[in-house]
């Protein structure tokens, strides 16, 4: 972790030590990200939400590590920068994180109006992510080519994430998997195409079209969840989550291969300075 902060502190051109106490100080308070946001640049507030989410303890990529405490950063920041944090999540290593902070969205004590005034635009921003990924997976599928994790994370009917990432239409509580058919839903009228009706119900086909092209691009994933479910042999190439080793006794556990340096140049580093430009 140590040289890990070393590099990024030099990407940033700030100290180690400056980082690191912000590191902390964040992990230990969320609203920290506050003060952070009104002192230093974009950059930085990307780079010091990653720094939370990424666990070092044991270097499992794929391991949840301090995800809570990095969600509950991105849910004070929204209050801020809504627009910002819609760019982090767009180039989010972790799919599940914007279920899961969904979830963590609709579990605020607050009432429904408050939630659905503060929080509807970038609830359905982050429909739009999720729907644009699967879109774009559902295509490299047709083509024979790789497609991202998100098939892994998204729910079958009835199940935790479809139960508890709901949202609002016309005031009323929607399912996760109607409320993400929806959106891409439309009408036909004479010679026109239209939105589909907030009043009309997701028919029973658009479900099963959901259902088939999820379970299509879960088996191009391969997942070792749906290996051990069918009792499939374990092969030295597949990735398997230290968690899951250990649950199911597996000796294997490849780490997942990925260039940190450059995905904190091309996707934090590299992008954004809307904010740079504008007010800051």
Not at 35 to 56: A, G, H, M, N, Q
Request: net charge positive; aromatic share 12%.
């Amino acid at each position: 972790m140590k040289n890990f902060i070393k590099s990024l502190a030099n990407k940033l051109e700030v100290s180690e030590l400056l980082l690191y106490n912000d590191y902390i100080n964040l992990i230990e308070n969320p609203e920290v990200i506050k003060t952070i946001y009104d002192e230093k640049s974009e950059e930085y507030v990307k780079c010091i939400l990653f720094l939370v989410r990424i666990p070092f303890k044991d270097n499992k990529l794929f391991f949840d590590g301090l995800r809570d405490k990095y969600l509950n950063a991105l849910l004070v920041l929204a209050n801020i920068d809504e627009y910002l944090v819609v760019t982090i999540l767009e180039n989010t290593l972790y799919w599940r994180d914007l279920f899961s902070l969904w979830v963590k969205i609709n579990k605020l004590s607050i009432c429904k109006e408050e939630k659905i005034e503060k929080y509807d635009k970038l609830i359905r921003n982050i429909r739009t992510i999720l729907n644009n990924q699967r879109a774009t997976d559902l295509i490299n599928y047709k083509n024979n080519e790789n497609i991202s994790l998100l098939a892994k994370y998204c729910p079958s009917e009835k199940s935790y994430f479809d139960k508890e990432a709901y949202w609002y239409n016309e005031g009323k509580k929607e399912s996760n998997i109607s409320f993400m058919i929806r959106q891409n839903m439309s009408k036909i009228s004479g010679y026109k195409k239209h939105d589909f009706p907030d009043n009309m119900l997701i028919p029973f086909s658009a479900k099963k079209q959901w259902r088939q092209e999820n379970a299509m691009l879960k088996e191009k994933l391969n997942i070792i969840e749906r290996k051990l479910c069918k009792k499939e042999s374990i092969e030295p190439s597949d990735y398997v989550p230290k968690k899951c080793a250990k649950k199911n006794s597996i000796d294997v556990c490849i780490d997942l291969k990925l260039d940190i340096c450059k995905y904190i140049e091309d996707l934090i580093i590299g992008k954004s300075t809307y904010r740079n430009q504008s007010n800051h």
